[in-house]
């Protein structure tokens, strides 16, 4: 059974640092990640998805990398900004057959100005 | 572009009391539904999804039902609350055959608190 975990559950940052968000997955037998963002109390805005073929995938600020070996992916936040302040999940796909997302359970994180 | 529904926002219900939450999806065809709760300190939970008219999976056993009734129409429902439903349900779409290479889109969310 896929297991998915994110480090650290909350995360407390000035204002224009760079930061590196992480996640780790049990089964490396992925078809892609995917990176949600979650504000207080609102839906989930999805981010970046990483095919499996791919290492890298970039959208302005922020760039996720995936290491299927390991079963590991971080996502990356370029001089973070108090908007970036959310909930940050990762979703891996199920094997074949299943339609189940598994879900980390999410790094909160705090931009201060 | 393709956009998702999800009504109402915030609910406050007594336990015993009836549910129905719903979502609707426009701008596509036949989409694989998904019902997700969200409860306190807790990951994201699959509850049901519908890969057509009238075909519902559940992942989890429970005090919740879904419902098709169209193609682009999702809802959950319970006949009678229980203090253990109150969370966070969120409705989300994907298209294709293949759930493993899908894209899942997330509507707002409803806030679900049984008192």
């Known amino acids: 059974k896929q297991e998915v975990t994110q480090i650290p559950a909350a995360l407390s940052v000035p204002e224009g640092e760079n930061l590196v968000l992480n996640c780790s997955f049990t089964?490396?037998?992925?078809?892609?990640l995917q990176w949600f963002r979650q504000d207080p109390g609102k839906g989930l805005t999805s981010l970046l998805l990483i095919q499996s073929s791919q290492r890298e995938q970039t959208s302005g600020r922020l760039n996720a990398s995936l290491d299927k070996s390991s079963g590991r992916s971080t996502l990356y936040i370029a001089a973070s900004q108090p908007g970036d302040s959310a909930t940050y999940l990762c979703a891996v796909p199920p094997g074949a057959g299943s339609y189940q997302l598994t879900f980390g359970k999410g790094t909160k994180l705090s931009v201060i100005p | 572009s393709q956009t998702i529904h999800q009504w109402p926002a915030t609910l406050v219900q007594p336990v015993g009391s009836p549910l129905s939450l719903e979502c609707t999806v426009e701008g596509t065809s036949n989409p694989n539904l998904y019902w997700y709760r969200q409860a306190a300190g807790r990951g994201l939970q699959l509850l049901f999804y519908s890969v057509g008219i009238g075909q519902i999976s559940s992942e989890v056993p429970q005090n919740l039902s879904a419902s098709r009734p169209q193609d682009r129409q999702f809802i959950l429902s319970s006949k009678k609350l229980l203090l253990s439903d109150s969370g966070f349900y969120l409705c989300a779409w994907s298209v294709g055959r293949s759930g493993a290479k899908n894209i899942q889109y997330f509507g707002a969310g409803t806030r679900l608190s049984v008192l």
């Open positions: 089964d490396s037998a992925i078809y892609n």
